[in-house]
């Protein structure tokens, strides 16, 4: 298996041969496969297109055991989620977080970070290192397996390693499904307004297409609200990955002072940012936001599709439950903290 599984910003991992197009092809053409088999099933089961993507690339991880497929696979698990976390930038205007306002912005960054802190928190208390915690709690507190696909990219080979990846994208995918369908019912328990309820669901839902299904099927009211602040919480993503990777720039893997190792911010999180920032202007044609955000969502689906086949299954059952009690912990803090702050701080 090559070493460089899903980044090397650091030096993590050892240079890929270079190779013509045909040494990628093998691979590629089974990631374009079970990415469409798994767009399918999305479209015609109404299940979320990540987890098709990643139950496929599980059901494919035989496949991994072909070398011919590595060159393939490694491109789309590296260069497609790279490609694709650009574009999540079209998603969003730095006009739609201000109109949030300053109470309901500074809750939701606040939601963000204390989740990520129950994340670390959890994970050390289980045995896990800070790593894990930020990718467990970073992938709960932003945008789900978009956010874990990034973070790891992010954290690099030394620090996450391809098991804890897959485990997080499962207890992301698992997690997100049951709070599409329980946080509703919280709300009209609760008898929430459209402005409480919306600010809630965009802000505890892991995954952006569940968080605004749930957020609809309250009210249309609900959906709008639970849209921006959803939004507001993918477009943390890039300053969470900057502050990450200054962090690794600082210091080495084992926690100790090392030399800087240059500007430390990875050309995606510039290019998310550059993207988004394009987009605030509104000169970005809908019908080509349109195009770049299904180019994005397949991006980043195939990239979970590679990542899950290349998977060690192996160390997934060694790991047993506690990697899933982290995102658990972490779900929950998450849904806590958005709770406390639609009731006492929003409307």
């Excluded at 999305?42 to 590595?70: K, Q």
């Excluded at 969502?297 to 059952?317: E, F, W």
Aim: glycine share 12%.
């Amino acid at each position: 298996m090559a070493a460089d599984l899903y980044g090397d910003l650091y030096g993590d991992a050892s240079a890929s041969p270079k190779r013509d197009w045909r040494g990628y092809l093998p691979g590629l053409v089974v990631v374009v496969m079970g990415t469409l088999a798994a767009g399918f099933l999305s479209d015609h089961y109404g299940v979320p297109l990540t987890l098709m993507a990643l139950l496929i690339g599980l059901a494919l991880n035989f496949l991994s055991a072909d070398s011919r497929l590595t060159p393939g696979l490694a491109f789309a698990s590296r260069s497609l989620l790279r490609w694709g976390i650009v574009l999540v930038g079209v998603r969003i205007t730095f006009g739609q977080i201000v109109a949030l306002g300053p109470v309901a912005l500074l809750c939701v960054v606040g939601i963000v970070v204390l989740t990520m802190a129950v994340g670390v928190f959890a994970a050390r208390r289980f045995g896990f290192d800070t790593a894990f915690g930020l990718l467990a709690g970073g992938s709960v507190a932003i945008c789900g397996a978009s956010a874990a696909m990034a973070l790891a990219t992010t954290l690099g080979e030394k620090r996450t390693t391809q098991a804890q990846l897959t485990l997080v994208l499962v207890g992301i995918s698992a997690m997100s499904a049951s709070a599409m369908m329980l946080y509703p019912l919280v709300a009209h328990a609760l008898q929430m307004s459209d402005l409480k309820a919306g600010f809630l669901l965009g802000a505890a839902i892991h995954d952006v297409a569940q968080a605004l299904g749930a957020g609809y099927s309250y009210s249309d009211g609900a959906g709008g609200i639970a849209a921006i602040v959803k939004l507001t919480r993918v477009a943390l993503l890039a300053p969470v990955l900057a502050v990450v990777a200054v962090g690794l720039s600082r210091f080495d893997p084992k926690g100790g002072a090392g030399k800087a190792k240059g500007p430390g911010v990875p050309w995606f999180v510039v290019g998310f940012f550059v993207l988004a920032g394009i987009n605030s202007f509104g000169v970005i044609p809908p019908i080509v936001a349109t195009g770049a955000e299904k180019a994005a969502a397949a991006m980043l689906a195939a990239a979970v599709t590679a990542t899950a086949i290349r998977s060690p299954l192996a160390q997934l059952l060694e790991a047993g439950p506690k990697p899933l009690l982290v995102i658990l912990i972490a779900t929950v803090a998450a849904f806590a903290f958005a709770l406390g702050a639609a009731v006492f701080l929003i409307g």
